[in-house]
């Protein structure tokens, strides 16, 4: 199983919801990292977990709030949006220890109206 | 000292023929230089990589070309097929527990038939 998985695939949201992105993994894999994507632009770091422990924040507005609960899972809490953070959200993992070959999901499609 | 460039930002190439995709690097601590291809609204997803003790890697119709003294490398793509068609990017990063990855601006390729 080399896949990473995201859900939901699309999510329109109001600037007043609260709502989470989910990723999944069963490689094994101990690094997990939350990019944003615009259109026609490449994927920009948000977060980083290693080991479950957040090792990077990319200076990310309050308003995304990540959590590791265990070492296949990964969220991404999001509340008060606003719409210039509409968005493909990118979940990927990686091996650790060493070893840096990312595995990228299929991205959740974010619109804040 | 952290940015990845690439060039050219679109590329037009006939079936059958061969797609190059140049980048450069300034880090000289980066030693993991994968490409990614993304199709509309899909996650990336990881081609060909290369370490800098190398300076060819092969596989199948895609090869990347690395000049460590110039800071430079590249993928070839031969006999390119409309099925090709997709945003390339170039990235590059440090081994180590985890990546942070450099992105390149990325190359839309389009194989007309």
């Known amino acids: 199983d080399t896949e990473v998985t995201q859900t939901p695939k699309h999510l329109v949201m109001g600037m007043t919801n609260k709502k989470s992105l989910k990723c999944e993994q069963h490689?094994?894999?101990?690094?997990m990292y939350w990019y944003k994507q615009k259109a026609k632009k490449p994927p920009e770091l948000m977060f980083v977990?290693?080991?479950?422990?957040?090792?990077i924040n990319e200076s990310v507005p309050s308003r995304f709030s990540p959590e590791c609960p265990n070492s296949s899972l990964l969220n991404l809490h999001l509340h008060a949006l606003q719409p210039e953070d509409s968005a493909l959200y990118l979940c990927?993992?990686?091996?650790?220890?060493?070893?840096?070959?990312?595995?990228f999901g299929q991205g959740t499609r974010l619109t804040v109206v | 000292q952290q940015q990845v460039k690439q060039s050219p930002q679109s590329l037009i190439v006939q079936k059958g023929g061969i797609s190059i995709i140049n980048c450069a690097y300034e880090?000289?601590?980066?030693?993991?230089f994968p490409w990614y291809q993304q199709f509309p609204g899909k996650g990336p997803a990881l081609l060909i990589a290369?370490?800098?003790?190398?300076s060819e890697k092969k596989e199948g119709r895609f090869t990347i070309s690395f000049n460590k003294s110039a800071k430079q490398f590249s993928l070839h793509i031969m006999d390119s097929r409309p099925g090709d068609s997709a945003t390339y990017f170039c990235?590059?990063?440090?081994?180590?527990?985890?990546?942070?990855?450099?992105f390149g601006t990325g190359t839309k390729l389009q194989v007309i038939p």
């Open positions: 290369i370490r800098p003790d190398v």
């Open positions: 990927a993992s990686s091996p650790g220890q060493g070893r840096t070959q990312a595995f």
């Open positions: 990235a590059a990063s440090r081994s180590g527990g985890y990546q942070k990855v450099t």
């Open positions: 490689m094994g894999h101990r690094a």
């Open positions: 880090n000289t601590a980066f030693d993991y």
């Open positions: 977990y290693s080991y479950e422990k957040l090792s």
